[in-house]
């Protein structure tokens, strides 16, 4: 069974005008959860990331170790905090690109590149790193 409408004149504004409205709403939201949620993610990911690239720094250092030694150098920079400076978003709907701006502990501020989905069920998931060009050519 198939049903027709037509909206003409002031419902088909007025209908218009809603569909903005509940995507201005929908985006509002996602946004807005980005700041807590993706962070949350964002760190999540970095944090992991961080913790593979130190692990033979890691594995030496306790290696060299003896009893009574301080703890090494390596996995107290492991304990230190990732800092997220500035979160950026491209795309619409549920897939986005993400523009961050990270300071990993002992390193210099990066600008990080990454694919992330958001779900009103799952909130914010990274997908994975990407490229700049991504960002850029990611207009919608």
Do not use: C
Not at 11 to 32: D, K, N
Not at 67 to 72: Q, S, W
Not at 103 to 120: D, K, N, T
Not at 125 to 135: D, F, M, Y
């Amino acid at each position: 069974m198939q049903h027709t409408f037509t909206l003409t004149g002031r419902t088909a504004v007025f209908a218009i005008i809603g569909v903005v409205l509940v995507l201005l709403f929908i985006r509002e939201l996602r946004q807005s959860s980005l700041d807590t949620d993706g962070r949350r993610a964002l760190n999540v990911w970095l944090t992991a990331e961080h913790g593979r690239a130190s692990l033979p720094e890691i594995e030496a250092a306790v290696a060299r170790a003896r009893p009574g030694d301080p703890v090494p150098e390596a996995i107290q920079r492991l304990q230190e905090p990732i800092a997220i400076e500035d979160i950026e978003t491209r795309g619409l709907g549920s897939k986005v690109i993400v523009r961050a701006r990270v300071q990993l502990p002992g390193g210099a501020e990066q600008v990080r590149y990454f694919r992330m989905r958001h779900s009103m069920v799952t909130g914010w998931i990274v997908q994975g790193n990407t490229t700049a060009l991504s960002w850029h050519l990611k207009l919608l």
